[in-house]
């Protein structure tokens, strides 16, 4: 059976545009339904292919090094064609004065033919030139620094990362912890109930549980709202949809227990990223002020030229019986510097300021990274001590909610009482995992100044 032509041509519109969506949608990035769950290192490793910023970063280093094959081109053979017609469709007139070649009058005259074309091939070749030399070798600067710079980029993602990262353990710790609290007071208030019921306790025991029970229930919802944001931030920083569901691996314990050792080593400036940069452009501040003194020195050109010309009275260019006529050139030319009203002079010295600029802030950097790692490890040793003392608290407030719970049950204490020891409780099991945020946060800072992250 034959189809019909409009029901062929239907089926192959339809063919391509499902062939194109299926192209579309292979290329195109959509969150995964699945949850994918990331350690630190993966969580950083990701960061370093997705994050905005270090592909920026990386592109730049791209577009410096073409500016580097820019510069190496300069010194290589330039070759170029050029073909011109032109139609002179008024011819200049030309006197020729009287006398000049017999006449009695001047005479007007013309010269050339209505239709001239010209087609040339010029090679020009760089020989001597000191700027081009000393801007070969500034060229390995110029890849140092933005290859510095991608490192400092993605040393401040990596801090980023692992800040936003113990972030959202600390909100899904405070997530999990209110939601074991609540299943603790859910079940005392269920016995306190069952009390009531039996004329054993009084209503207001009750109600101060329910209200107890009421607050917790409104600081889980608090929490885990705040775990959600939490997590969509570190996905932001990683360049990752925020559709898509993603899973922390470990706990903020573990994260401890894996970030114990505290033996960072000896500190030295020039670990740091920074001070490569600032020595780097030092040095490419150096290659600029030479170049401002290759100024002063010959620079040599040698070029090579040749072409085909015709002129014609009528457009017949393409008649292969009608003559070209061949001209062609070779040379140098010499450059010579001799007087330039010391301007040259003056944009050295700027170079050689800029230079003693940059030497300046190299010393001050030095004291400065040295005072930031200071602060960082006063900072990470204030952590320690917080973290000790909060450990100890929540030893001590869990105990006390234990002990209370269990005279409660035995009409030996309050719900006053109990109320007030879960509130403690909470509270310092708040600052427990604070204390754990800050003590590894600070270790990272601690890492950035020594310049180990």
């Not at 499902?18 to 990035?29: C, E, H, N, V």
């Amino acid at each position: 059976m034959k189809l019909p032509t409009t029901l062929l041509q239907c089926l192959s519109v339809l063919l391509i545009t499902m062939a194109t969506f299926a192209s579309y949608a292979q290329t195109t990035p959509v969150a995964a339904t699945d949850t994918v769950t990331f350690t630190l290192e993966q969580a950083q490793a990701y960061a370093f292919e997705h994050n905005v910023t270090i592909k920026n970063a990386n592109l730049e280093t791209r577009i410096t090094k073409m500016r580097t094959v820019e510069i190496m081109t300069t010194g290589l053979p330039q070759i170029s064609a050029s073909l011109n017609y032109q139609n002179n469709f008024k011819l200049p007139v030309s006197i020729i004065p009287a006398g000049a070649i017999g006449n009695p009058q001047d005479l007007e005259v013309t010269f050339g033919t209505a239709h001239t074309s010209t087609f040339k091939f010029e090679v020009s070749q760089l020989i001597l030139d000191g700027r081009y030399f000393i801007g070969l070798k500034a060229n390995k600067a110029f890849m140092a620094i933005s290859n510095d710079q991608v490192d400092l980029t993605e040393i401040e993602v990596r801090q980023q990362i692992a800040t936003s990262y113990y972030n959202a353990l600390v909100a899904e710790e405070s997530r999990r912890i209110l939601e074991g609290n609540i299943k603790n007071i859910e079940r005392l208030q269920y016995e306190t109930s069952e009390l009531y019921k039996a004329g054993l306790t009084e209503e207001l025991s009750v109600d101060r549980l329910t209200l107890a029970l009421s607050n917790l229930r409104s600081k889980y919802t608090e929490a885990s709202f705040g775990a959600e944001l939490a997590l969509n931030v570190l996905k932001y920083q990683m360049g990752m949809v925020l559709e898509q569901p993603i899973k922390l691996s470990g706990t903020l314990n573990e994260m401890l227990t894996l970030n114990a050792d505290t033996s960072f080593g000896e500190f030295n400036y020039e670990n740091r990223v920074e001070y490569g940069l600032l020595q780097t452009q030092l040095e490419i501040r150096k290659y600029d002020a030479q170049q401002v003194r290759a100024n002063y020195f010959p620079s040599l050109v040698g070029f090579f030229g040749y072409g085909f010309n015709a002129q014609r009275q009528s457009f017949n260019f393409f008649d292969m019986n009608q003559p070209w006529f061949q001209s062609g050139y070779v040379g140098f030319q010499l450059n010579v510097p001799i007087f330039d009203s010391y301007k040259n002079g003056s944009v050295y010295q700027q170079k050689r300021l800029d230079m003693l600029k940059i030497e300046n802030n190299i010393e001050n950097f030095k004291i400065q990274a040295a005072l930031q790692f200071k602060n960082a490890l006063n900072d990470f040793k204030n952590a320690t001590l917080n973290f000790e003392q909060q450990k100890r608290s929540l030893e001590l407030a869990q105990k006390i909610f234990n002990k209370v719970s269990m005279m409660n049950r035995e009409g030996l204490s309050s719900s006053l009482e109990l109320a007030q020891a879960e509130s403690s409780l909470t509270e310092t099991q708040a600052n427990y995992t604070n204390a754990i945020y800050k003590l590894l946060v600070t270790r990272v800072a601690v890492e950035k100044a020594m310049g180990k992250l």
